[in-house]
């Protein structure tokens, strides 16, 4: 398909809430296997379509166990809580320690329009969240609590 650039801090479109998809179609399965190309040629572990410049709520993730491709995604329980490192593809460079929720359940949509449900914890379930908070316009940046490497303004 084909690979997109990837947004990069600060512009302000990373700060803006993404649209709810109303009706899947082939311009949707397009985006998600550009996004996935994009994902997988940067490298990185996951993406949100704001990242490409398009406000939809549409994120794919894919940790070493399969693409997960969701759209209209949202947390629907969250568990425990755990401080791990978190990089961005938007923000080359910058990594810090991050407190999100240890286990989550998600709920979104398939390309298909099937209502999917992933139970997550560890890696996976950081992953989801951090892409969750891209449709909010909220970057890791935010949560950090210890910087590990280049926080941003200061590399």
Not at 94 to 105: D, K, L, S, T, Y
Not at 116 to 144: C, N, P, T, W
Request: aromatic content about 4%; some cysteine; charged content about 25%.
């Amino acid at each position: 398909m084909a690979v997109y650039q990837i947004v990069l801090y600060p512009d302000p479109l990373l700060r803006e809430k993404a649209q709810e998809v109303k009706k899947i179609t082939p311009n949707i399965w397009k985006l998600l296997d550009n996004m996935a190309d994009t994902m997988y040629a940067a490298p990185g572990v996951g993406l949100a379509a704001p990242q490409i410049g398009v406000l939809k709520r549409v994120i794919v993730v894919d940790v070493g166990e399969g693409l997960i491709e969701l759209i209209n995604p949202e947390i629907v329980t969250a568990q425990g809580r755990e401080i791990g490192p978190e990089g961005c593809l938007s923000i080359p460079g910058a990594q810090g320690e991050v407190p999100r929720a240890a286990a989550v359940v998600v709920r979104g949509l398939d390309r298909h329009g099937r209502t999917k449900e992933i139970k997550a914890e560890g890696f996976l379930a950081r992953a989801l969240q951090h892409e969750i908070d891209h449709l909010d316009g909220v970057l890791f940046i935010d949560k950090v609590v210890r910087w590990l490497e280049n926080k941003p303004g200061e590399e």
